[in-house]
């Protein structure tokens, strides 16, 4: 069965430091994958998306994240992380065909930006 | 900007009443879907529609019903709300054609009491 993990409910980083959450997945086929990001009471927002070609795919807000299908990881990182990143973070895999489209979620990071 | 609209924001309410919350969408995606989320914890899929008088249920087991009579509108509906119910609703929408990016409404928090 297909699932994503978010191995870290919680980071705690620096306001300027480097930042990497990290996910894995369980897909048979080649995978469709996305990072949202959700600040508190708000719906979620794509960060970026990976489809194919390139591994590593640019997004938003300065993020990015690259694609390892040998680890079946999509982890995303930011060089220096500003005060306002501060939210709660979900990986996500899309599963199926055209016609039977899902989506799986990961649990979330929350990420605390210290000053 | 995504053009996905959920009401109301905020709902509380006694046990046993009949709720609907509302979710549209303004940019002709033939696919919905309803999440739930707890706090902490990640979306789950209750219900999905792929377009006019398509509904499916998703796969998390959910008293709550839907509805998609037009193609911008798909409602939920709670026939008789009760504590277990209290959470976070998210609707959904995207293109039809495949994988693409969900865009999302800002949800609804329902506290039945």
């Known amino acids: 069965a297909q699932s994503v993990t978010q191995p870290d409910i919680h980071i705690t980083v620096s306001e300027g430091a480097s930042l990497e959450l990290r996910c894995n997945y369980s897909?048979?086929?080649?995978?469709?994958l996305f990072w949202y990001v959700q600040s508190p009471g708000q719906g979620l927002q794509l960060l970026l998306k990976y489809f194919s070609g390139d591994t590593l795919v640019q997004g938003i807000k300065g993020f990015e994240a690259e694609f390892k299908r040998s680890q079946s990881s999509f982890n995303l990182r930011k060089p220096s992380v500003h005060w306002s990143d501060a939210a709660e973070y979900f990986c996500?895999?899309?599963?199926?065909?055209?016609?039977?489209?899902?989506?799986?979620f990961g649990t979330g990071t929350r990420l605390k930006v210290l000053a | 900007e995504a053009d996905i609209y959920q009401t109301p924001r905020y709902l509380v309410i006694g046990t046993g009443k009949k709720i609907t919350l509302e979710c549209s969408q303004t940019m002709g995606h033939d696919k919905m879907y309803w999440y739930q989320q707890d706090p902490g914890m990640e979306l789950h899929l209750i219900h999905y529609?792929?377009?006019?008088?398509?509904?499916e249920k998703g796969d998390l087991s959910s008293e709550s019903t839907v509805s998609r009579i037009r193609t911008e509108h798909f409602p939920l509906t709670l026939e008789s709300a009760r504590p277990s119910h209290t959470s976070q609703y998210l609707c959904a929408s995207i293109r039809g054609g495949g994988a693409g990016e969900q865009f999302f409404g800002p949800g609804t928090r329902l506290t039945v009491l």
């Open positions: 897909y048979g086929a080649t995978p469709y």
């Open positions: 996500a895999v899309g599963a199926g065909t055209s016609g039977t489209y899902k989506y799986i």
């Open positions: 529609s792929y377009g006019v008088n398509s509904t």
